[in-house]
């Protein structure tokens, strides 16, 4: 499938998603998004997907929402497009394949809020992090204030949104907000041989183990915990388990296969 602000394909079991709008640094309009809707919902439903990685073309991951698209929106407008971004976030957020945002350069304001929904983040030495919207008089409006607290946790929340100041790569490690730094030439090969590894692992466990951390962010600890010792026993239904505990016993790798007989749907 063809999209106009997108470059999508697939390395042997790793989807790549390229934001490809570099002359606005990648900037997210709602054609953007529905983009980035259809292709994360193309590459779910894709079988011989199994990791995928999010990345940006040019010198920006996404360095914002659209201002040019923003400035004229009404009351209303500003909160279907809000709206909008939100259920695109969730979606990736949810997905059932791990999400990698490969960080290439400036994620800002919308960018750190999708690159937030990923399932964790590795930057390149050239990135810049931050929630500027103080800046221009608004506030995050795709998820931002929820997830940044949940990354880097309430002081350094609050910093980040009431400054609204850019911080480098380095900082951005030692708060937590990316979980590894990497010089900007390797960045996308690293990230698609992190992929690679997740996708040689189980598929079944896999997207048990995403629907629980999904899952775990809107429950108390103890309803988690039944739901982790649940998702752990239906492992034990998919033929998975016994497959890589053997392969482990026997010091081969193991051999996946087929549906993965968890009732997912995968």
């Known amino acids: 499938m063809e999209y106009e602000n997108l470059i999508v394909e697939k390395k042997e079991r790793v989807g790549i998603i390229k934001i490809n709008r570099p002359k606005a640094l990648n900037a997210l309009n709602i054609d953007v998004l529905k983009d980035l ?4 919902s193309a590459m779910d439903a894709d079988k011989d997907v199994l990791c995928i990685v999010l990345t940006g073309e040019g010198k920006a991951f996404v360095a914002g929402a659209d201002i040019a698209q923003m400035k004229g929106l009404s009351c209303d407008e500003a909160r279907a497009f809000a709206e909008v971004g939100q259920s695109t976030f969730r979606r990736i957020e949810r997905l059932s394949k791990p999400v990698i945002a490969a960080v290439n350069g400036f994620a800002l304001g919308g960018g750190l809020e999708l690159a937030m929904a ?25 998820g931002g204030t929820t ?17 609204g100041e850019m911080i480098g790569p ?11 730094v990497i010089p900007a030439d390797e960045l996308l090969e690293e990230a698609v041989k992190m992929a690679q590894i997740i996708a040689s692992r189980g598929p079944a466990s896999l997207h048990l ?3 629980l951390l999904s899952t ?7 309803a988690a915990a039944t739901f982790e010792s649940m998702a752990f026993g239906a492992c034990f239904a998919t033929g998975e388990a016994k497959e890589g505990m053997e392969a482990f016993l026997e010091k081969r790798p193991p051999k996946w ?3 993965c007989g968890c009732g997912c749907g995968s």
């Open 170 to 180: 380095e900082e951005a490690y030692r708060i937590g907000l990316v979980q590894k």
């Open 216 to 222: 775990n962010a809107e429950l108390g600890l103890e």
């Open 37 to 40: 809707d259809a292709a994360f």
């Open 118 to 142: 990923c399932d964790f983040r590795l930057a390149s030495d050239k990135a810049k992090l931050g929630q500027p919207e103080v800046t221009l008089g608004v506030i995050p409006g795709f």
């Open 257 to 259: 296969g087929g549906a």
């Open 147 to 163: 997830r940044l607290r949940r990354s880097v946790g309430e002081g350094n929340a609050r910093m980040l949104l009431f400054t």
């Open 209 to 211: 183990m995403k629907k």
